[in-house]
């Protein structure tokens, strides 16, 4: 049994608790951290796991195998840095830091340890509708990718979330899962900005078009729109040389007809937009544990979102094209 500690009891830490107390096997919570001391009590009262303000004690405690970082992205890299120097094996939310540079960071401590510790919850990759559009590229029958067109809405989002965060926030689940459809390298990175929603306020612009380029030239769009008001939409279409691939949604929803007008549902949120994919990905961590591995994304595919990300927020200032380059070349110790 892989004994977990969360830290970070928000929405989502919450979320995972739940899973992990409720569906995942071979892993229970045994301890809890979060900086407000209610929200830890009422995230231990699904699980019934210590409860700790100070995640360096939960990351310490020799009852926690396994640390689980879900507090806000800017809070990451001392948790990952702590948890790396404990040598606990780590589950991190997306993204694994807010700057590249913080990545590296992580990168070359988890290096320096020798061992393979982070997963990254990049939980897009364990999608069905994302495996299927892979599937059918990996087939070769519809040729080469050649642009992609996606939109990533949200209903709303809080006061506190601004213009970078449509960015480190949103659209970090594009930017990797993208280039890991395509099997491509991201060159550059360009963000287009229409007129702002009345929904938004001053420290948010939206919503924003961001604009990727591949190094074999694939031309990526995505639509980042965080106040649409209708639904969570989250779509993909791949164009290719002999053919389209539309993304399938996970769960496929019946179309009504009724007082002369036909509807289907969308969701509402990615709690259950992607929630089998946040139990596969889980899950497959748990199992790799097991076995004393770790397949899923890891702490280079991290900092490869981070570079793309730093240059998107540049470009959301200069509206130029910025280049995307990575500081250091891929550490061997990535390939194995
Ligand atoms: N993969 C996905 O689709 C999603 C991922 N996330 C990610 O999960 C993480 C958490 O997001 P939310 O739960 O939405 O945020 P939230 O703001 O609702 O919760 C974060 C919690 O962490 C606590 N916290 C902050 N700093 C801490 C620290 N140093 N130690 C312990 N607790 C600390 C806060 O008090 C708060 O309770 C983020 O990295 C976010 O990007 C969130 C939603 C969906
Ligand atoms: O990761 C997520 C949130 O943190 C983020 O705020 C949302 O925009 C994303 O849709 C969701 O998947």
């Known amino acids: 049994m892989l004994n ?30 979060d900086v407000f001391e209610e929200s830890a009590k009422k995230a231990a009262s699904i699980c019934n796991a210590k409860v700790y303000t100070d995640e ?14 879900v507090s806000p992205g800017f809070a990451h890299v001392e948790a990952l840095l702590e948890a790396i120097q404990a040598g606990k094996r780590i589950f991190c939310e997306k993204p694994l830091c807010t700057t590249a540079e913080d990545c590296l960071k992580v990168v070359q401590a988890e290096v320096a340890s020798g061992k393979h510790l982070i997963q990254l919850g990049f939980m897009r990759r364990y999608d069905v509708g994302y495996a299927k559009v892979k599937e059918a590229l990996l087939s070769g029958e519809y040729g080469e990718p050649l642009m992609l067109h996606c939109t990533h809405r949200n209903p709303e989002v809080g006061t506190n979330y601004n213009t970078p965060m449509a960015v480190h926030d949103t659209a970090i689940h594009e930017i990797d899962v993208l280039h890991w459809l395509v ?4 060159e550059s990175a360009q963000v287009i900005m229409p007129r702002v929603t009345k929904y938004s306020h001053s420290e948010l612009k939206d919503p924003q078009i961001m604009l990727l380029r591949t190094k074999k030239g694939v031309c990526i769009d995505v639509e980042v729109f965080v106040n649409c008001k209708f639904g969570y939409d989250i779509n993909c279409e791949v164009v290719c040389e002999d053919g389209a691939i539309k993304m399938p949604m996970a769960t496929v929803y019946p179309t009504i007809r009724k007082n002369a007008s036909v509807s289907t549902t969308i969701d509402t949120d990615c709690f ?26 890891n702490a280079w595919d991290g900092y490869l979102a981070a570079i793309t990300a730093d240059a998107l927020v540049k470009a959301q200032q200069t509206g130029a094209i910025e280049k995307i380059n990575a500081a250091v070349e891929k550490p061997d110790f990535y390939n194995k």
Not at 11 to 27: C, E, F, P, V
Not at 274 to 296: C, H, L, S, T
Request: hydrophobic share 40%; net charge negative.
């Open 4 to 33: 977990v500690g969360v830290i970070g009891c928000g929405g989502m830490g919450r979320d995972h608790i739940s899973r992990l107390t409720n569906k995942i096997q071979g892993a229970q919570v045994v301890a809890v951290c």
């Open 56 to 69: 360096k004690l939960l990351i310490n405690d020799p009852d926690v195998d396994a640390v689980f970082i």
């Open 183 to 186: 099997d491509d390298e991201y």
């Open 272 to 297: 259950v937009r992607f929630k089998d994919a946040y139990d596969a990905e889980v899950q497959a961590w748990v199992d790799d544990a097991a076995k004393g591995e770790i397949n899923g994304p």
